[in-house]
Protein backbone atom coordinates (compact mmCIF):
# COMPACT_ATOMS: atom_id res chain seq x y z
CA UNK A 1 0.00 0.00 0.00
CA UNK A 2 0.99 3.63 -0.90
CA UNK A 3 -0.38 6.45 1.28
CA UNK A 4 -0.09 9.81 0.02
CA UNK A 5 -0.46 13.13 2.09
CA UNK A 6 -1.77 16.77 0.46
CA UNK A 7 -1.23 19.47 2.81
CA UNK A 8 -3.03 23.12 2.50
CA UNK A 9 -5.14 25.74 4.17
CA UNK A 10 -8.14 28.08 3.83
CA UNK A 11 -9.73 30.85 6.23
CA UNK A 12 -13.16 30.69 7.63
CA UNK A 13 -15.55 31.86 10.36
CA UNK A 14 -18.04 29.70 12.23
CA UNK A 15 -19.69 30.04 15.54
CA UNK A 16 -20.92 26.53 17.54
CA UNK A 17 -24.11 25.86 19.05
CA UNK A 18 -24.99 24.20 21.65
CA UNK A 19 -21.94 25.14 23.62
CA UNK A 20 -21.13 27.46 26.42
CA UNK A 21 -18.22 29.59 25.93
CA UNK A 22 -16.20 32.13 23.90
CA UNK A 23 -16.63 29.46 20.67
CA UNK A 24 -20.28 30.00 20.50
CA UNK A 25 -19.46 33.81 19.19
CA UNK A 26 -18.64 34.17 15.53
CA UNK A 27 -14.61 33.89 15.33
CA UNK A 28 -12.07 32.89 12.56
CA UNK A 29 -9.48 30.28 11.99
CA UNK A 30 -6.85 29.56 9.51
CA UNK A 31 -7.56 26.03 9.00
CA UNK A 32 -4.97 23.65 7.59
CA UNK A 33 -6.41 20.38 6.35
CA UNK A 34 -4.05 17.21 5.71
CA UNK A 35 -5.45 15.02 3.43
CA UNK A 36 -4.25 11.78 2.70
CA UNK A 37 -5.39 8.87 0.32
CA UNK A 38 -4.08 5.50 -0.02
CA UNK A 39 -4.14 2.31 -3.24
CA UNK A 40 -1.93 -0.72 -4.16
CA UNK A 41 -1.06 0.21 -7.53
CA UNK A 42 1.05 3.02 -9.43
CA UNK A 43 0.45 4.49 -12.47
CA UNK A 44 2.80 3.84 -15.57
CA UNK A 45 4.89 7.10 -14.18
CA UNK A 46 4.91 5.48 -10.67
CA UNK A 47 2.64 7.55 -9.10
CA UNK A 48 -0.18 6.34 -7.11
CA UNK A 49 -2.05 10.33 -7.84
CA UNK A 50 -0.46 12.96 -9.35
CA UNK A 51 0.37 15.59 -6.37
CA UNK A 52 -1.22 18.45 -8.71
CA UNK A 53 -4.53 16.24 -9.73
CA UNK A 54 -4.67 15.85 -5.59
CA UNK A 55 -4.09 19.60 -5.37
CA UNK A 56 -6.96 20.35 -7.66
CA UNK A 57 -9.06 17.63 -6.05
CA UNK A 58 -8.75 19.26 -2.44
CA UNK A 59 -9.41 22.84 -3.86
CA UNK A 60 -12.52 22.06 -5.47
CA UNK A 61 -13.23 20.50 -2.09
CA UNK A 62 -12.24 23.43 -0.10
CA UNK A 63 -13.73 25.87 -2.37
CA UNK A 64 -16.97 26.98 -0.52
CA UNK A 65 -15.68 27.34 2.71
CA UNK A 66 -12.58 29.55 1.74
CA UNK A 67 -13.61 32.83 3.10
CA UNK A 68 -17.29 31.70 4.25
CA UNK A 69 -19.17 31.82 7.74
CA UNK A 70 -19.19 28.12 7.97
CA UNK A 71 -22.56 28.05 9.55
CA UNK A 72 -24.49 29.30 6.65
CA UNK A 73 -23.54 26.48 4.04
CA UNK A 74 -26.27 24.45 4.03
CA UNK A 75 -24.89 21.05 5.39
CA UNK A 76 -23.93 22.98 8.34
CA UNK A 77 -27.22 24.88 8.78
CA UNK A 78 -29.83 22.29 10.39
CA UNK A 79 -29.53 21.53 14.52
CA UNK A 80 -28.17 18.02 13.68
CA UNK A 81 -25.25 17.27 16.04
CA UNK A 82 -23.20 16.65 12.74
CA UNK A 83 -23.81 19.99 11.02
CA UNK A 84 -22.89 21.88 14.12
CA UNK A 85 -19.56 23.59 12.51
CA UNK A 86 -16.74 21.87 14.64
CA UNK A 87 -13.90 20.61 14.01
CA UNK A 88 -14.60 16.92 14.13
CA UNK A 89 -17.65 17.97 11.53
CA UNK A 90 -15.66 20.01 8.93
CA UNK A 91 -13.50 16.95 9.20
CA UNK A 92 -16.24 14.58 8.03
CA UNK A 93 -17.78 17.08 5.55
CA UNK A 94 -13.94 17.33 3.76
CA UNK A 95 -13.63 13.56 3.92
CA UNK A 96 -16.66 13.15 2.30
CA UNK A 97 -16.48 15.36 -0.55
CA UNK A 98 -13.32 14.61 -1.38
CA UNK A 99 -14.18 10.66 -1.32
CA UNK A 100 -16.83 11.40 -4.17
CA UNK A 101 -14.59 13.83 -5.72
CA UNK A 102 -12.20 11.23 -6.52
CA UNK A 103 -14.42 7.99 -6.66
CA UNK A 104 -15.55 10.04 -9.57
CA UNK A 105 -11.91 10.46 -11.78
CA UNK A 106 -9.69 7.75 -9.76
CA UNK A 107 -10.06 3.96 -9.66
CA UNK A 108 -8.18 2.26 -6.67
CA UNK A 109 -7.45 4.98 -4.42
CA UNK A 110 -9.17 5.75 -1.52
CA UNK A 111 -9.14 8.95 1.01
CA UNK A 112 -8.05 7.38 4.23
CA UNK A 113 -8.15 10.31 6.16
CA UNK A 114 -8.23 13.85 6.66
CA UNK A 115 -6.74 15.79 9.42
CA UNK A 116 -8.06 19.34 10.05
CA UNK A 117 -6.09 21.47 12.43
CA UNK A 118 -7.97 24.92 13.68
CA UNK A 119 -4.47 25.73 15.19
CA UNK A 120 -1.00 25.60 15.36
CA UNK A 121 -1.74 23.09 18.61
CA UNK A 122 -5.21 21.32 18.49
CA UNK A 123 -6.40 19.42 15.43
CA UNK A 124 -8.62 16.34 14.45
CA UNK A 125 -8.84 13.50 12.24
CA UNK A 126 -11.50 11.78 10.48
CA UNK A 127 -11.48 8.63 9.29
CA UNK A 128 -13.41 5.86 7.91
CA UNK A 129 -12.77 1.92 9.83
CA UNK A 130 -13.06 -1.23 7.64
CA UNK A 131 -12.63 0.20 3.96
CA UNK A 132 -11.68 -1.67 0.97
CA UNK A 133 -10.32 -0.43 -2.71
Not at 25 to 49: F, K, N, Q
Not at 86 to 105: D, G, H, W
Request: aromatic share 10%; net charge negative; charged share 25%.
Amino acid sequence: MYELTVKTNFAAAHSLRNYSGECASLHGHTWVVEVSVVGRELDDAGMLIDFKKLKQLIAKTIEELDHSYINEILYFNSDSKYSNPTAENLARYIYENLKRELKSVEQGIRVSKVRLWESPNASVTYWEENKSL
